[in-house]
């Protein structure tokens, strides 16, 4: 009888508990892709919106900007025989000029924006994902993004628009390596995407591309990952010089080398940070005032915050 006892007594066998264990991590790991699904519909419907208000609308109403209407000078002098960045000025990349002939400055082009945009929604959504693991929060970048694109591209900044994929792309990636560390994968990936978003826009991605950098530095730096991050530095580099060398050719084969690096680095040179006084002042001043108050403001964290 005892024996029957101890049958009735003792409580659900291991197996059923493991089993129930694997059910529970199921169900966990269905409820996070669930919370993880792309909004896929609404990055179309607003992917969709923003073309139509940056380049299409602007087009049938007659506000063309002065952008726009440079653009659609360089596409028709590229169809007549003209090469880049000597038969017309231009800021933006290779690619983007190589775009404007194809397509014409035609509907196809507004396609082209279309699809940039879906991409770009896609990777936003995913590195916000990444850091912040919410859904919603991820989903209200979106919109945010959004509205930011349509506001800012409305009749121009075009190569912006079609090198978001590629910047974002890279982000996703970073991001990805930030919240799981030890998958330090695809660094190759984001030199690769960072070149190609280069021959779009080029000072963006510089811009973009240092912001990268000095973030990486910091977590690896922080981490203690010394090794680590120099060779994730060679990677970008790698990845970065397989495309570059073989696009940026064609300007040394053209003969307009020189010229591209003129016109390109132009707006930078236009501000005159060596001739111009009072610019370098006031950089200085508040370069220092930055630096005075975050020194200021560790001290009072450090005095408040021992554990810091």
């Known amino acids: ?52 208000v ?21 596409a028709w002098a590229m169809n007549q025989g003209g090469e880049i960045y000597t038969a017309f000025y231009g800021t933006s990349g290779l690619l983007y000029y190589f775009l404007l002939s194809i397509t014409k400055g035609s509907i196809l082009f507004a396609v082209f924006n279309w699809l940039a945009l879906l991409g770009a929604g896609v990777f936003l959504f995913r590195s916000g994902y990444a850091l912040t693991e919410q859904h919603d929060q ?6 945010v993004f959004y509205l930011l694109a349509g506001d800012l591209s409305f009749g121009g900044g075009y190569a912006t628009i079609l090198a978001l994929p590629f910047l974002f792309y890279s982000l996703d990636l970073v991001t990805h390596y930030l919240a799981e560390p030890d998958s330090d994968k695809g660094f190759l990936r984001i030199g690769m995407s960072l070149s190609l978003a280069f021959f779009l826009v080029p000072l963006t991605t510089i811009l ?25 530095l060679l990677a970008i580099g790698l990845g970065f010089s397989l495309l570059f060398y073989p696009i940026g050719y064609y300007t040394v084969y053209k003969g307009s080398f020189g010229s591209a690096i003129s016109q390109i680095l132009y707006p ?25 108050l975050g020194g200021l403001s560790f001290l009072f964290m450090s005095l408040f915050l021992p554990n810091l």
């Open 54 to 74: 940056s380049a299409v609308v602007p087009f049938f109403l007659g506000l063309t900007s002065l952008e726009q209407a440079q653009d659609f000078y360089a």
């Open 138 to 143: 991820s989903t209200q970048a979106l919109t």
């Open 268 to 292: 930078i040179d236009s501000l005159n940070f060596i001739s111009n006084s009072i610019l370098v002042d006031n950089l200085l001043f508040y370069g220092l005032l930055v630096i005075g």
């Open 1 to 52: 009888m005892s024996v029957y006892g101890r049958i009735e007594d003792e409580s659900t066998p291991s197996w059923t508990r493991s089993q129930e264990g694997v059910g529970r991590d199921n169900q966990e790991e269905f409820e996070e892709s669930q919370q993880a699904r792309l909004p896929f519909f609404r990055i179309l419907i607003w992917s969709t919106l923003v073309v139509l």
């Open 208 to 232: 973009y591309s240092l912001v990268l950098f000095f973030t990486l530095l910091a977590f690896n730096l922080v981490r203690r990952y010394f090794a680590r991050g120099f060779y994730q």
